[in-house]
Nanobody
Framework: QVQLVESGGGLVQPGGSLRLSCAAS????????MGWYRQAPGKQRELVASITRVGSTNYPDSVKGRFTIFRDNAKNTVYLQMNGLKPEDTAVYYCSAGIETRGAPAYDYWGQGTQVTVSS
C-alpha cells in the first residue's frame, strides 16, 4: 500500500556532491518523521539524518556540516544533499518514514536503498 522509492545515488569523486531523493506513494494519510540511514559492507546500519514533520533536523557528528536533509510535504518527498563527500561515506543509503495510512496506525516504512560510492 505504501512505497518509498529512492533515487540519486551513484559514483562521485572525493569532495563531490550528490542529492538523494525519496518519494512516498500509496494510501498515505500523514507522514511523520523521515530519515536517511546508511549501511556499509560489514557494518551496522546507522542514522545519517532525520527530519520531523515541522522541519527539525538531527545529524550525527560524522556528517554534520556536510549533509543537509529537507522535505517537501506537498510532494511526500525527503531529500539528502551531500556535499564534501568522503570515501568513508560509501554505503547503501536507505530512506525511512513514519507513515499513517487511512484506517491504520503509523508504521515505519523503508525504501529499497541506493548505492553511493565515493572514489577517485
Amino acid at each position: 500500500q505504501v512505497q518509498l522509492v529512492e533515487s540519486g545515488g551513484g559514483l562521485v569523486q572525493p569532495g563531490g556532491s550528490l542529492r538523494l531523493s525519496c518519494a512516498a506513494s500509496g494510501n498515505i494519510f500523514r507522514i511523520y518523521a523521515m530519515g536517511w540511514y546508511r549501511q556499509a559492507p560489514g557494518k551496522q546500519r546507522e542514522l545519517v539524518a532525520s527530519i520531523t514533520r515541522v522541519g527539525s533536523t538531527n545529524y550525527p557528528d560524522s556528517v554534520k556540516g556536510r549533509f543537509t536533509i529537507f522535505r517537501d510535504n506537498a510532494k511526500n518527498t525527503v531529500y539528502l544533499q551531500m556535499n564534501g563527500l568522503k570515501p568513508e561515506d560509501t554505503a547503501v543509503y536507505y530512506c525511512s518514514a513514519g507513515i499513517e495510512t487511512r484506517g491504520a496506525p503509523a508504521y515505519d516504512y523503508w525504501g529499497q536503498g541506493t548505492q553511493v560510492t565515493v572514489s577517485s
